[in-house]
């Protein structure tokens, strides 16, 4: 069974730039999650989507959005970039019960704002 | 608001070494907790996930206990080998999303 995975692997992109993140769920499952890791900070939840909604998002500005596809896949998109929004950008995917559920994570888009 | 805290930040030990890992939280509302191991630049691995009501969960040379009501989880690992080498994070889930402890970088060396 093939993971999640996460498209493209690196990106660098100049301040004031927009840049585009991808992530392909695991088969069957609904949600997917974005999650950021800078340097320093941890990670830190971003956002949240099932059944092609959002249903939640972290305390990051608006420059941060995305959305989900019918086929469950999702984009992350980020305006405006900032030196600080280098980071590695994980996506994890689950069929969500109730908390019941693992989250499954993919290899992370690193990207690097110049 | 919920905090995940863990100790060691960091530990080096020879290889053959039991290992105790420690993770705590400060809202014992909590839906389950995972443990996750990263190697550098690399995603996210799950070890194991404990359920609210679970007290301990067992994978190998891996054992992951839960106390809620002390806001404490241990990450036991036996006979360490060099390819434990990597951070390992603990993450707990409330409603909706997974909040990161700080992680602990783990060096076994032969």
């Known amino acids: 069974e093939a993971g999640v995975t996460q498209s493209p692997t690196h990106l660098i992109k100049t301040r004031g730039q927009q840049a585009t993140l991808r992530c392909s769920p695991i088969?069957?499952?609904?949600?997917v999650y974005w999650y950021q890791q800078a340097l320093g900070l941890g990670l830190q939840f971003l956002l949240w989507?099932?059944?092609?909604?959002?249903?939640n998002r972290g305390n990051f500005p608006p420059r941060f959005s995305g959305r989900q596809f019918p086929n469950y896949s999702s984009e992350l998109n980020v305006n405006a970039l900032e030196l600080e929004d280098s980071a590695l950008y994980l996506c994890?995917?689950?069929?969500?019960?109730?908390?019941?559920?693992?989250?499954?994570f993919g290899p992370g888009t690193r990207l690097t704002v110049l | 608001k919920q905090e995940v805290t863990q100790i060691p930040a960091a530990l080096s030990v020879p290889e053959g070494e039991n290992l105790v890992l420690n993770c705590s939280f400060t809202?014992?509302?909590?839906?389950?907790l995972q443990w996750f191991r990263q190697d550098p630049g690399k995603g996210l691995t799950s070890l194991l996930l404990?359920?609210?009501?679970?007290r301990e969960q067992t994978s190998g040379r891996l054992n992951a206990s839960l106390d809620k009501s002390s806001g404490r989880s241990t990450l036991y690992i036996a006979a360490s080998q060099p390819g434990d080498s990597a951070t390992y994070l603990c993450?707990?889930?409330?409603?909706?999303?997974?909040?990161f402890g700080t992680g602990t970088r783990l060096q076994v060396f032969p």
């Open positions: 994890a995917s689950t069929l969500w019960e109730r908390g019941a559920d693992t989250q499954y």
């Open positions: 989507y099932d059944e092609g909604e959002e249903r």
């Open positions: 404990i359920q609210s009501s679970q």
């Open positions: 088969s069957g499952h609904t949600s």
């Open positions: 993450a707990v889930r409330d409603t909706d999303k997974l909040i």
């Open positions: 809202d014992s509302a909590i839906y389950n």
